[in-house]
């Protein structure tokens, strides 16, 4: 194992070394991070903000939204499947609840739960670029932002280009993707269709996705718009995802986007956005079909096998499947202008989060019957969001300043301002030293507020969890090289949490009392386009995190990665031939039962690598890729065994008409 990251940090080394004597750069330093009331460059920036480029996408060895945040974003992804099937998105030691993930400025964080924010409509071809910001963001991007933040930018440049590709692997895998850019008069439109399946690694972990986007932006006097629209549609054998005694679950994902924008002014900037995202959800914790269970009057059967729950008097019949349906519907309003004070930005963003279900919720008068299906939504809740932010920033000389407050009602809950600052001073035309210090809250989910089963008690006075953290750190900054290292530390109060004291046989969630959190990372990131190096980058991240001492066990808040370093590599060979390289090892905090022998189990340290080998020819490009090269056996989370070694190949075809 040590052998192997003392390999990776020397490949690293030599090869970043190579690309420095290169004269082509690409420039970082001057990108723009874009939210819906505040875009700034990203020098201008005093606190940890990553930025990963669609170039870095498409000549990396990943499938997936997970997989290029883990590689690239060095972030905590803790997947139960392969190919993005489905993840959780952590930041500096936070629960999968605490991260924020947002398309284009919109936030669109699942009210049911976090394990769905990454079930979007997302074109991975068509990814501008994704920007990764650390630590709290409510005073930017409003409740919900606590530990950190994912801004997944579109490309609006695609007029008039054709993307195909085809590829195949390992356990069946095969994928398919087309995509267009067309222009009728002054409307630039990119439409696209993806389909992906396999039969899975091991029993129950097969998976089918297919997905279509569609894109418009429209350029008048007025000002510019654009539409995007998405639909989703994933099924995948979800083995032991939620619970080891049952390890035949399956689940079935259907998600739609819509969202319309609005951008004018050269003086005073005015956008809005409105949107809407639907999601459906069907749980099955037996799973139904075919050489699977089967409904037979009230009751679901396997052969000889009825599926249900032990008891004292014989098994407990199980009731029938979950099902969830989530809407979010909003605006976001933003207004930007600079004065002698500085840049001013103000924002205003309303929300309604809704689900119905047969289990989260409040109890409604009338049921509605679930299309194609023999269930009814018997449960539904409500809520509705506002929220008020403004920001001032400004500039003497070689300080920068950056202030300001949000303001967050409920109908649920009690009015929660969040004031931060942040300060940065360039001690060098290229080196910034900055502090940080911000607020955030996040609401509870309503799985953390109604889910209750065999082993889940709810809690439905559930409060929202509050935080105030604090980072310092030094920035480098040139056309083709960004690097950080910073220390940061939060303090977390009324944590939510699913808990367990020791007489007890079931989970509770709660609001802990508090949770102190600390540690410090260190980014570099390089660009070229020169003879041998394309792009190379290392994060580190190093982390503690620790409660008051408590007669009870916890099942997140103390579930983190200690140490997490990612190292990536993109580099020619000869001619037309390229190769890239991603590098992980972490080590987890925490422990968990062991399914086969019941024995409390420390997580182990993993090393991953993956690869990519790449053949350009004028508009067609071959490729081969193997990820987790090494074949090594290792766990996201406890009891679920990720897959070994999975090569895979394509051609992809991509043709801008016109040039």
Same mark, same amino acid.
């Given at each position: 194992m040590k052998r192997t990251i003392?390999?990776?940090?020397?490949?690293?080394?030599?090869?970043?070394?190579?690309?420095?004597?290169?004269?082509?750069?690409?420039?970082?330093?001057?990108?723009?991070?874009?939210?819906?009331?505040?875009?700034?460059?990203?020098r201008d920036i005093s606190r940890s903000?990553?930025?990963?480029?669609?170039?870095?996408?498409?000549?990396?060895?990943?499938?997936?939204?997970?997989?290029i945040l883990r590689f690239f974003g060095g972030i905590d992804i803790r997947s139960r499947g392969a190919f993005g099937v489905q993840s959780d998105v952590s930041f500096r030691g936070g629960t999968f609840d605490q991260a924020l993930l947002m398309v284009n400025g919109i936030?669109?964080?699942?009210?049911?739960?976090?394990?769905?924010?990454?079930?979007?409509?997302?074109?991975?071809?068509?990814?501008?670029?994704?920007?990764?910001?650390?630590?709290?963001?409510?005073?930017w991007f409003g409740a919900n932002a606590f530990s950190g933040g994912i801004n997944i930018i579109n490309n609006s440049n695609t007029a008039n280009t054709l993307k195909l590709s085809l590829e195949g692997g390992q356990y069946g895998y095969i994928s398919a993707y087309a995509g267009a850019g067309y222009t009728t008069g002054k409307l630039h439109n990119y439409t696209s269709a993806s389909y992906s399946s396999s039969n899975g690694y091991i029993t129950n972990t097969d998976f089918r996705i297919m997905q279509a986007n569609h894109s418009s932006s429209l350029s008048t006097n007025l000002g510019n718009f654009d539409l995007n629209i998405g639909v989703l549609d994933k099924g995948m054998g979800a083995n032991s995802f939620y619970s080891t005694k049952y390890p035949d679950e399956y689940e079935h994902i259907r998600t739609y986007f819509t969202?319309?924008?609005?951008?004018?002014?050269?003086?005073?900037?005015?956008?809005?956005?409105?949107?809407?995202?639907?999601?459906?959800?069907?749980?099955?914790?037996?799973?139904e079909g075919n050489d699977w269970y089967s409904k037979q009057g009230d009751i679901y059967i396997h052969e000889s096998d009825t599926a249900g729950y032990p008891s004292p008097s014989g098994i407990y019949p199980y009731a029938g499947h979950n099902y969830h349906r989530t809407d979010i519907l909003g605006t976001d309003l933003g207004l930007n202008f600079k004065t002698a004070l500085g840049n001013t930005s103000v924002g205003l963003g309303v929300k309604s989060e809704g689900?119905?279900?047969?289990?989260?919720?409040?109890?409604?008068?009338?049921?509605? !019957?679930? +299309? @194609?299906?023999?269930?009814? &939504?018997?449960?539904?809740?409500?809520?509705?969001?506002?929220?008020? #932010?403004? *920001?001032?920033?400004?500039?003497?000389?070689?300080?920068?300043?950056?202030?300001?407050?949000?303001? !967050?009602? +409920? @109908?649920?809950?009690?009015? &929660?301002?969040?004031?931060?600052?942040?300060?940065?001073?360039?001690? #060098?035309? *290229?080196?910034?030293?900055?502090?940080?210090?911000?607020?955030?809250?996040?609401?509870?989910?309503?799985?953390?507020?109604?889910?209750?089963?065999?082993?889940?008690?709810?809690?439905?006075?559930?409060?929202?969890?509050? #935080?105030?953290?604090?980072?310092?750190?030094?920035?480098?900054?040139?056309?083709?090289?960004?690097?950080?290292?910073?220390?940061?530390?939060?303090?977390?109060?009324?944590?939510?949490?699913?808990?367990?004291y020791p007489d007890d046989e079931k989970w509770q969630s709660s609001n802990l009392t508090e949770l102190t959190t600390y540690g410090a990372s260190l980014s570099f990131n390089s660009m070229f386009t020169g003879r041998f190096?394309?792009?190379?980058?290392?994060?580190?991240?190093?982390?503690?995190?620790?409660?008051?001492?408590?007669?009870?066990?916890s099942?997140?808040?103390?579930?983190?990665?200690?140490?997490?370093?990612?190292?990536?590599?993109?580099?020619?060979?000869?001619?037309?031939?390229?190769?890239?390289?991603?590098?992980?090892?972490?080590?987890?905090?925490?422990?968990?039962?062991?399914?086969e022998n019941g024995e409390v189990t420390d997580y182990k340290p993993v090393c991953l690598v993956n690869l990519k080998v790449l053949y350009r020819l004028n508009n067609i490009d071959f490729s081969i890729q193997a990820?987790?090269?090494?074949?090594?056996?290792?766990?996201?989370?406890?009891?679920?065994?990720?897959?070994?070694?999975?090569?895979?190949?394509?051609?992809?075809?991509?043709?801008?008409?016109?040039?």
């Open positions: 003392k390999i990776a940090i020397l490949m690293f080394i030599s090869i970043t070394m190579a690309g420095q004597i290169t004269t082509d750069t690409v420039n970082l330093d001057q990108c723009e991070i874009k939210s819906v009331s505040n875009p700034v460059k990203f903000v990553q930025v990963i480029s669609s170039d870095q996408i498409k000549q990396s060895p990943v499938q997936s939204l997970d997989d936030a669109l964080n699942d009210p049911q739960t976090g394990h769905h924010n990454l079930n979007q409509t997302i074109d991975l071809e068509n990814i501008e670029k994704i920007e990764i910001f650390e630590g709290p963001g409510n005073r969202s319309l924008g609005f951008t004018t002014g050269t003086k005073v900037k005015y956008s809005q956005k409105v949107f809407w995202r639907r999601n459906y959800d069907r749980f099955e914790l037996f799973r689900i119905l279900s047969n289990v989260l919720g409040d109890p409604m008068n009338d049921t509605i !019957f679930i +299309s @194609n299906s023999d269930g009814y &939504y018997t449960k539904s809740k409500v809520r509705n969001n506002i929220t008020l #932010s403004v *920001n001032q920033s400004f500039t003497i000389k070689r300080l920068m300043v950056s202030a300001g407050l949000s303001g !967050f009602y +409920s @109908n649920d809950y009690d009015f &929660y301002l969040s004031p931060g600052i942040d300060i940065g001073f360039f001690i #060098s035309d *290229n080196g910034k030293l900055f502090l940080s210090s911000n607020t955030a809250i996040r609401l509870p989910t309503f799985t953390d507020l109604y889910y209750q089963g065999p082993t889940n008690i709810s809690n439905p006075n559930l409060k929202p969890e509050k #935080s105030v953290s604090t980072e310092a750190g030094y920035k480098y900054f040139s056309h083709n090289i960004t690097a950080s290292v910073s220390g940061f530390y939060r303090v977390g109060s009324d944590i939510i949490d699913w808990i367990m190096i394309k792009f190379a980058g290392l994060k580190y991240t190093w982390i503690t995190s620790n409660t008051k001492e408590a007669d009870f066990v099942l997140y808040a103390l579930d983190y990665l200690r140490h997490n370093m990612n190292v990536f590599v993109g580099h020619n060979i000869i001619n037309n031939l390229s190769a890239s390289w991603t590098f992980n090892w972490q080590q987890r905090n925490g422990s968990y039962i062991n399914a990820n987790n090269l090494l074949n090594i056996e290792y766990y996201d989370i406890g009891n679920i065994r990720q897959p070994g070694i999975w090569v895979t190949g394509g051609v992809k075809f991509n043709k801008v008409f016109g040039k």
